[in-house]
């Protein structure tokens, strides 16, 4: 079931860690459909961009690395992020999120009972942790200027916090699948919601551009949607499915997918994330793994030719490529990532 809920008026390489190739798939009717693309699921635009290459683009903040978080709180640091530790051990509620605070020296980790735990320089702008919710929290975003940030129950319901602001939820209907992820428009002004079935539900200046269902004809033969990005440059938005699809609506730029270059992650997707100017994106796997999609230019002609990327969401390792080698492995569910800028 899916819904235009307005309360207002409303193929590039990747690089790719943790992955075992498989047979060419069918061919998948969202080819010529959709353009594909893409924490449980978040994004959240940090700034107004502007295409890649135009003058706006270069104002975009800068990532560098990233944070991963596993479902009991360890945190997995990679790139220049902030070595500002996790949450292991402080709480008895399993970890389901993590939002980046925008001066990239800390970060907001949120529990499935509403917890926030503000880590390093993050502020806190309250919880939902003495509340008496209806359904547990699926997810965390930081809003654009990262003065607060937005919690999103199972049941649609979404909680506000510091300067995020309120513009209605699913939390009055009867669902036919949970609420897995939330992300914010390019302006502030609005948010998705979506559900594992893939269902799209739009508040404030967030515009409605398709479903899963939409796009497949039923459910999606790539597993269920476990994240939403909205488009940081403009309209529009990605899903992102547990076996790698990436699914773009409403002309979200796409740059590629695990599904699409028949590869099957070694654990499902739990979540994608844009690179801030849009020219690239993160998909992460519950068992660390990371994927790096990027933009790219053809240099050169014949057989000097060239793809080169132009992309800015960098790849600065994964949890199997560091661990891995060492034959540890980590017991915890990755869960989502926070972008350092």
Known sequence: MSHDVTDKPAVPSPVRANRRTRRA?????????????????VGAPLAMMTSPGSAGAATAPTVSGYTLVNSSGGVFDFGTAPSVGGILGQSNSPVVGIAPD???????????????????????????GNM???????????????????LVGADGGVL??????????????????????????????GYYLVGADGGVFTFGDAVFAGTLSSTFGGP?????????????TGPGYLIATAEGAIVSYGGAPFYGSPALNGVTPNAPLVSVT???????????GADGGVFAFNSS?????????????????????????????????????VVGMAPTF
């Open 102 to 128: 925008p001066t990239g020296k800390g970060y907001w980790v949120a529990t499935a009972n509403g917890g926030v735990y503000s880590v390093g320089d993050a502020k806190f702008y309250g919880s939902a």
């Open 297 to 333: 230019v053809t240099t050169g002609t014949g057989s000097s030719a060239t793809l080169v990327n132009t992309g800015h969401a960098g790849f600065f390792n994964s949890v199997p490529g560091v661990i891995g080698a060492s034959g540890i492995t980590n017991p915890d569910t």
């Open 25 to 41: 798939r069918r061919n998948r009717r969202w080819l010529s459909s959709a353009a594909l693309v893409g924490a449980v699921g």
């Open 274 to 284: 844009y690179a801030p100017d849009g020219t690239g994106y993160w998909a992460v």
């Open 132 to 150: 008496t919710i209806k359904a547990p929290i699926v997810a965390i975003v930081a809003t654009n200027d990262g003065g607060g940030y937005y």
């Open 220 to 232: 999606s033969p790539d597993g269920p949607a476990v994240g939403i990005a909205a488009d940081p």
């Open 160 to 189: 506000t916090f510091g300067d995020a602001k309120f513009y209605g939820s699913a939390g009055n209907l009867t669902l036919t699948s949970p609420i897995v992820g939330l992300s914010v428009t390019s302006d502030g002004a």
